[in-house]
């Protein structure tokens, strides 16, 4: 890659709100480029997002009538992928930059992610250290403890807490509810001055050093904590059964990794090889949300074509922001698309044992709701958000496997993502952008 890269960086916009402008900012004030092409792709937000930077000069933006997902990058990359001209006055750049519009890249990621990139060595995408964009406190969870939901400062942060150790998820009004059994903890974004959160909880055990012995509110005082910088993504892989995860979830930002070396990446932000496009192609469309990443990924690791993780080449994310975790959009979609991800992607034993596991899974959800009185509306919507899932994805698998998948991925790459995955703590729930 040359010193000084010319980087197109390719945002696709769906009522992004402030965020937008930020991201826009973040990439012009990028630093060791020659020049930056700053595409947005406008998914027919409805928004005044586009106001504020549509006329910036470094700023294109393809407008289009309809909402066409994550696979919309595809307009800002036409030119690579089917070899005709540049949309607009853009001219072929030496490196593609995808990145999300809630994510803003530090002045000098650009430059060193593209750096990494070589045609030569067949380094085709290079993922940054995606960090929250925001520090968390973890609050210390033991027994059996459900958590509704998240008011800090009276701000409703349910959708964006996470829990970890010994818990299930299950979809709430507000956001996941999180249900605790053993030993976990919470972590809850914070922001400066920060100081008091109210839980909604319920069961029996102890949060953050406050005993729970029925359905009610706690307070904690959450200026008494230290909040610390978290990792979001530090590259990505899948595990033996196919789901896709975060390296490094959740864990402190000075954490070390084992080495440059990751099996795919993460589509919130990543900087990708032309070569490699060319040679690939572009986003698998249908996706429309999730997994089309990690597909792409999955076929430039068949044709030859490698990862790397640039861990000083950060991008703070606000993990989340349009999509929420726990609600039908984010359910569906990503429990249909692994099934597609794997049917176009997987040995054809692997894609099909998926489907015929996630086809019970409903049934398997309706009995854990039979004995859950509390949660059995929760846990029938979750159910009902699988089968749709499942129905969702059979014409798509069928329609892969008839029409030949476009790569079959070896059982020693799958085994070889697994072990990495164990190795570096991703996250235990599907990964997300």
Known sequence: MTARPHVRAVIVNFNGGPLLERCVDALAASDGLARIDIVIVDNASTDDSLGAVAKRPEVTVIALPTNGGFGANNRAIEDLISDCPPPGRLTRPDVVALINPDAAPAPDALARLASQLSATSRIGAAAPRIV?????????????????????????VSSRVHGAGDTIRLPGDHGPIWIFDGAG?????????????????????????????????????????EASPRIQNAGSALDGRGWGHNLAFHTPVDDAMSGPSVPLWCGAAVALHPDMIRAVGG???????????????????????????????????????????????????????????????????????????????????????????????????????????????????????????????????????????????????????
Do not use: C
Not at 138 to 152: K, M, N, P, T
């Open 132 to 156: 929250f964009d925001q520090p968390f406190v973890e609050l210390d969870v033991r027994g059996r403890v459900e958590v509704e939901s998240a008011i800090l400062d009276g701000d409703d």
């Open 185 to 225: 903890t919470l972590a809850v974004p914070v922001t400066p001055g920060s100081q008091r959160l109210e839980l909604v909880v319920d069961g029996g055990g102890v949060v953050a050093g406050e005993r729970v012995e029925r359905h009610g509110t706690i307070q904690v005082d959450v200026a008494r904590y």
């Open 283 to 433: 986003f698998h469309e249908p996706y429309f949300l999730y997994y089309e990443d990690i597909d792409l990924a999955l076929r430039g690791l068949a044709a030859g074509w490698r990862t790397v993780h640039v861990e000083d080449a950060v991008v703070q994310h606000r993990h989340s922001d349009r999509s929420v975790q726990g609600t039908a959009l984010v359910e569906r979609h990503q429990h249909r698309n692994r099934l597609v991800m794997l049917a176009r992607n997987a040995p054809t034993g692997v894609a099909l044992g998926e489907l015929v596991r996630a086809a019970l899974t409903p049934a398997s959800i309706v009995v854990s709701a039979v004995g859950d009185s509390r949660h059995r509306a929760a846990r029938i919507r979750l159910a009902k958000w699988r089968l749709a899932s499942v129905a969702r994805a059979v014409p798509l698998v069928v329609r892969a496997i008839i029409e030949g998948r476009r790569t079959d991925l070896a059982d020693r790459e799958l085994t070889r993502a697994q072990t990495f995955a164990a190795a570096q703590r991703p996250e235990p729930a599907t990964a997300d952008r």
